[in-house]
């Protein structure tokens, strides 16, 4: 292998299920209203599986639209890390399943379980990897199938969360889309403000974690969004500092998107204007660590990026975890 200057995103791809859950639809299911739930999130509709579809299914197709988009075939796959905390299996890791099902018989593979954070923190292991030597060509792809670990008797929650995926292909020494600087951290002592609370070696599953609803997704709604707002600024702030850049040399950022009034009051508080937020969450709700790879690919598709931009990436979730990733494009 030449030597590695850098790592950078050659290629991206997006799936989401056929199958759409509106407003309308939920008014039907839960006590709720289009007006309640578009004015409190900025959600229209969101994707659900199909009775057939599992994570890995998602995961598949956009990690082969990402690679058709690198110019790349399964063969040339060194590393697959698949980010995502609605798995097909707990063993094996979903990635393997992913594997089998690209044809990426050359690649190594395993999941990460950083929540919604996830692809953030999956980008930066592939750089590392990538930097290292480890590997040269790495697909991380951000995917959930969260509609089975929803509740929807739970309007609370019901009304956010979608199914999709989203994936890219990082290259050492790419052309485009280098990755300068990244910025993770997480704090545990927050780990019950989003939580499945059984399905785990605290709680295995039994006819009573299941009659209880204790495999389903809970959220303290609140305190989530108050922490959201400071710590995305805090994090996009964080990376540019550790790669010589400012807001004020942003293009465009690309939230995770699980409330449209977070991107404002994060806006707000970075001071910047509300539309370099880039913004999706309407057609596709929350759908956790494959927020961003779907944003990435769709900003793409709408020339919202182009070359020589710098681009800023920023999730938070569960754990409560957060990061942010500097491109430049």
């Not at 956009?62 to 690679?67: E, S, T, V």
């Amino acid at each position: 292998m030449n030597k590695v200057h850098h790592a950078g995103i050659v290629g991206v791809g997006l799936y989401v299920p056929e199958r759409r859950l509106t407003n309308a639809d939920l008014e039907k299911m839960v006590e709720t209203s289009d007006e309640w739930i578009t004015t409190r999130s900025g959600i229209k509709e969101r994707r659900l599986c199909a009775p057939d579809e599992a994570t890995s299914d998602l995961a598949t197709k956009a990690g082969l639209k990402a690679l058709e988009s690198a110019g790349l075939e399964p063969k040339d796959v060194d590393a697959i890390i698949c980010a995502t905390f609605s798995p097909d299996t707990l063993c094996p890791s979903t990635a393997c399943h992913i594997q089998a099902k690209m044809g990426a018989k050359n690649a190594l593979a395993f999941d990460l379980a950083a929540a919604c954070s996830g692809f953030i923190y999956g980008l930066t292991v592939a750089k590392s990897m990538i930097m290292n030597g480890v590997c040269k060509t790495a697909v991380v792809m951000g995917a959930e199938a969260m509609s089975r670990f929803t509740d929807y008797k739970d309007r609370g929650t019901c009304v956010l969360f979608g199914d999709g995926a989203g994936a890219v292909v990082v290259q050492a020494n790419a052309h485009q889309g280098r990755i300068l600087s990244e910025y993770l951290g997480a704090d545990g002592a927050m780990a019950e403000q989003i939580i499945i609370p059984a399905g785990g070696s605290r709680l295995p599953a039994s006819h009573e974690t299941v009659n209880q609803g204790k495999h389903y997704i809970k959220m303290a709604g609140n305190e989530v969004f108050k922490f959201a707002v400071r710590i995305l600024a805090h994090s996009v702030e964080e990376a540019l500092v550790r790669c010589g850049r400012s807001i004020a040399d942003l293009n465009l950022i690309i939230p995770h998107q699980a409330n449209y009034r977070i991107l404002e009051a994060a806006a707000r508080k970075m001071g910047i204007p509300t539309e370099m937020m880039y913004n999706n969450i309407a057609y596709h709700g929350n759908t956790s660590a494959a927020t961003i790879p779907i944003a990435l690919t769709e900003a793409l598709r709408e020339d919202r990026i182009k070359k020589k931009d710098l681009i800023g990436l920023v999730a938070f979730g569960g754990g409560l975890t957060w990061g942010s990733v500097i491109i430049e494009w």
